[in-house]
T-cell receptor, first 111, second 115 residues
Framework: RKEVEQDPGPFNVPEGATVAFNCTYS??????FFWYRQDCRKEPKLLMS???SGNEDGRFTAQLNRASQYISLLIRDSKLSDSATYLC????????????FGKGTLLTVNP | GAVVSQHPSWVICKSGTSVKIECRSL??????MFWYRQFPKQSLMLMAT?????????EQGVEKDKFLINHASLTLSTLTVTSAHPEDSSFYIC???????????FGSGTRLTVV
């Protein structure tokens, strides 16, 4: 089983749509979680951290369920500029600073 | 803040030569930096953890004699791909974080093509 698994995608949605990404992680010792976005042939860029209480940043909402080891990202009112690959990332606990990446889910927002 | 600079952005080299990639933290000190490799349509795979002043820690399956890592200062880590072969062609990215609980910032990556 992969350590971090994401929806395989790709997702094609019209502008203004709401899209949800799902992610599960297998290492229960993971402490921190993030969503990154990666544009084609570019480096990943931090989109947002994910907290147990859930957190929102504008049109983006992230949720974490530690009991089911599940992470989600919701994008509301999607824009053309949201088109990218979304990476679910888990960071190890304690002194383990390693990041484990999911394979990513490609999102294309169409006009 | 938390800017990571990586050079070169792309490099084409002949098979058998060595290539050095630099990763710098511009506005913070990084005792630890990470080196990743990403093949097309694949996720980022951690190659090694670079530790300032000590030996790097390599992930299973990564040849330490082929991928030499030097982290001589708190702001610079280098990855040298020695005797490069076409199968080493990939996107290499470094990352670092100013604080343990922060997300990590990535360098802009180096696209290596070995011909």
């Amino acid at each position: 089983r992969k350590e971090v698994e994401q929806d395989p995608g790709p997702f094609n949605v019209p502008e203004g749509a709401t899209v949800a990404f799902n992610c599960t992680y297998s290492n229960s010792a993971s402490q921190s979680f993030f969503w990154y976005r990666q544009d084609c042939r570019k480096e990943p860029k931090l989109l947002m951290s994910v907290y147990s209480s859930g957190n929102e940043d504008g049109r983006f909402t992230a949720q974490l369920n530690r009991a089911s080891q599940y992470i989600s990202l919701l994008i509301r009112d999607s824009k053309l500029s949201d088109s990218a690959t979304y990476l679910c990332v888990a960071k190890g606990g304690g002194s383990n600073y390693k990041l484990t990446f999911g394979k990513g889910t490609l999102l294309t927002v169409n006009p | 803040g938390a800017v990571v600079s990586q050079h070169p952005s792309w490099v084409i080299c002949k098979s058998g030569t060595s290539v050095k990639i630099e990763c710098r933290s511009l506005d913070f000190q990084a005792t630890t930096m990470f080196w990743y490799r990403q093949f097309p349509k694949q996720s980022l795979m951690l190659m090694a953890t670079s530790n300032e002043g000590s030996k790097a820690t390599y992930e299973q399956g990564v040849e330490k004699d082929k991928f030499l890592i030097n982290h001589a200062s708190l702001t610079l880590s280098t990855l040298t791909v020695t005797s490069a072969h076409p199968e080493d062609s990939s996107f290499y990215i470094c990352s670092a974080s100013p604080r343990v609980l922060y997300g990590y910032t990535f360098g802009s990556g180096t696209r290596l093509t070995v011909v």
